[in-house]
């Protein structure tokens, strides 16, 4: 049985950094069937002796903060479908964004394991600040640091689990 774990979030909030971290193998895109999954990269990654499936979204194309709303509720959409997991990306250095709380209503009402995860949490300052992100009302919370690998562990624990 193979376990797929989609990464979301809105544009750079790391996403890319963190799939590049946990990546063991890189994959060619299996079915390229529109602009919206063309926007993808797969990779497979091990941790705790498990294998599992990665899809970064938003891999190819830079994506800008003015991108459509309608256009990433889509790709989050997409993800939920394809995935088994959502790792839930924010970012600590900005806080909360109409784009992450909209996104945050469509992953509420998806019945997948949902990963809150706040990155950027380089130091204890983005910790603290990073609290807010508990408003928004999902059960599993993870502060990490993508660049620095502070926190994947217990963010990647937790994936492991579900398997
Ligand atoms: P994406 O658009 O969500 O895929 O974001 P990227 O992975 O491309 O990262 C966007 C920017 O955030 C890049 O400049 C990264 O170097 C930076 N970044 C990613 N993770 C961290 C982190 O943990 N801490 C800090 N300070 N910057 C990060
Ligand atoms: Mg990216």
């Known amino acids: 049985m193979s376990f797929t774990v989609a990464i979301v979030g809105r544009p750079n909030v790391g996403k890319s950094t963190l799939f590049n971290r946990l990546l063991e193998q890189r994959k060619a895109i299996v079915d390229d069937i529109s602009g919206v999954t063309r926007d993808r990269q797969y990779g497979v990654a091990e941790w705790n002796g ?3 499936n990665v899809i970064d979204t938003g891999g190819f194309v830079p994506q800008s ?3 459509f709303e309608t256009e990433i509720r889509k790709q989050v959409r997409i993800a939920i479908d394809e995935a088994d997991c959502l790792i839930f990306m924010t970012d600590a250095a900005i806080g909360i964004t109409d784009l992450d709380d909209s996104m ?4 509420r009402r998806s019945s997948k394991p949902v990963l809150l995860t706040v990155n950027k949490v380089d130091n204890n300052e983005r910790l ?3 609290s807010e ?3 928004l009302g999902f059960e599993h919370v993870f502060f990490v640091s993508s660049m620095s690998g502070s926190g994947t562990g217990e963010l ?3 994936v492991t689990a579900l398997i």
């Open 104 to 107: 945050a209503d469509v992953l």
């Open 128 to 130: 603290l600040s990073g």
């Open 133 to 135: 992100f508990y408003s």
């Open 50 to 52: 498990k294998t599992f």
């Open 156 to 158: 990647l624990d937790a």
């Open 65 to 67: 903060e003015d991108i």
